[in-house]
T-cell receptor
Framework: DTAVSQTPKYLVTQMGNDKSIKCEQN?????MYWYKQDSKKFLKIMFS???????INETVPNRFSPKSPDKAHLNLHINSLELGDSAVYFC??????????????FGQGTRLTVV | AQSVAQPEDQVNVAEGNPLTVKCTYS??????LFWYVQYPNRGLQFLLK??????LVKGSYGFEAEFNKSQTSFHLKKPSALVSDSALYFC?????????????FGDGTTLTVKP
C-alpha cells in the first residue's frame, strides 16, 4: 500500500485555469504538508496542517488554497494558474512535530506544467 | 529563524570510495536534523535523523551522519559508495523549540558515483 499518494502525477494546463491536486496518507499521521520543488530542485514548504488545522502558511499567493477535510487528506487548489506555478508539488506527512523528531514521508509528486 | 547550508551543489566519487555530503545548520534552539534522498522523478525518502543522544547516527543503505554541535554540522557519510547511491540529497533542520514542526531544507547536493 502506498503510504502517501498524490493525484494526478502529471498535470498540464493552460494559464488562467483552476486545478486541484489531491493527497491522501494511510499512515495515521497527524500532520500533512505541501512542498513546492522548482526547476532548480529547491524545496520550499508551502503549507502544513495538523489535525485539519492550518499551522504553517508560508508566503504563498492567495491563489493557492489548501483544504484538509480530515487528517488523512490534504488537497491543494490553485486558481488562475500562471506560468511561474510550473513545478513539482509534493505532499508529505509526519507525526506531530512538537517534541518529536518526526521524519516526513513524501508522496511521489505532481508535476504541474502551465502552458 | 532556522537555516541549512549544503555548500556543494555536486559531489563526485568513484565507486568503492568513501563519500561525504556536507551540511551545516543554524537554529536558535536545539536542532532536529534529517537527511533525505531523492531519486529522479521520485519523492524524497528519509535516510536518517539526529534527535538526541549518540552523535553518530546510522541510517538506511549504509549511510551515517555525525552531529557536531560546535561546528553546527551534520555531514552525511558512507564508507564505500555504490553507483546506485547517485541521487539528490537534502539536509533538513527543525528547531526543537518550535511548535509548528516546520523543517527547513537545504538546496540539495547531487551525488554522482562513477563506476
Amino acid at each position: 500500500d502506498t503510504a502517501v499518494s498524490q493525484t494526478p502525477k502529471y498535470l498540464v494546463t493552460q494559464m488562467g485555469n483552476d486545478k486541484s491536486i489531491k493527497c491522501e496518507q494511510n499512515l495515521g499521521h497527524d500532520t500533512m504538508y505541501w512542498y513546492k520543488q522548482d526547476s532548480k530542485k529547491f524545496l520550499k514548504i508551502m503549507f502544513s496542517y495538523n489535525n485539519k488545522e492550518l499551522i504553517i502558511n508560508e508566503t504563498v499567493p492567495n491563489r493557492f488554497s489548501p483544504k484538509s477535510p480530515d487528517k488523512a487528506h490534504l488537497n491543494l487548489h490553485i486558481n488562475s494558474l500562471e506560468l511561474g506555478d510550473s513545478a513539482v508539488y509534493f505532499c508529505a506527512s509526519s507525526q506531530k512535530g512538537t517534541g518529536k523528531g518526526a521524519e516526513a514521508f513524501f508522496g511521489q509528486g505532481t508535476r504541474l506544467t502551465v502552458v | 529563524a532556522q537555516s541549512v547550508a549544503q555548500p556543494e551543489d555536486q559531489v563526485n566519487v568513484a565507486e568503492g570510495n568513501p563519500l561525504t555530503v556536507k551540511c551545516t545548520y543554524s537554529v536558535s534552539g536545539n536542532p532536529y536534523l534529517f537527511w533525505y534522498v531523492q531519486y529522479p522523478n521520485r519523492g524524497l525518502q528519509f535516510l536518517l535523523k539526529y534527535i538526541t543522544g549518540d552523535n553518530l547516527v546510522k541510517g538506511s543503505y549504509g549511510f551515517e551522519a555525525e552531529f557536531n554541535k560546535s561546528q553546527t554540522s551534520f555531514h552525511l557519510k558512507k564508507p564505500s559508495a555504490l553507483v546506485s547511491d547517485s541521487a539528490l540529497y537534502f539536509c533538513a533542520v527543525r528547531d526543537m523549540g518550535t511548535n509548528a514542526g516546520k523543517s527547513t531544507f537545504g538546496d540539495g547536493t547531487t551525488l554522482t558515483v562513477k563506476p
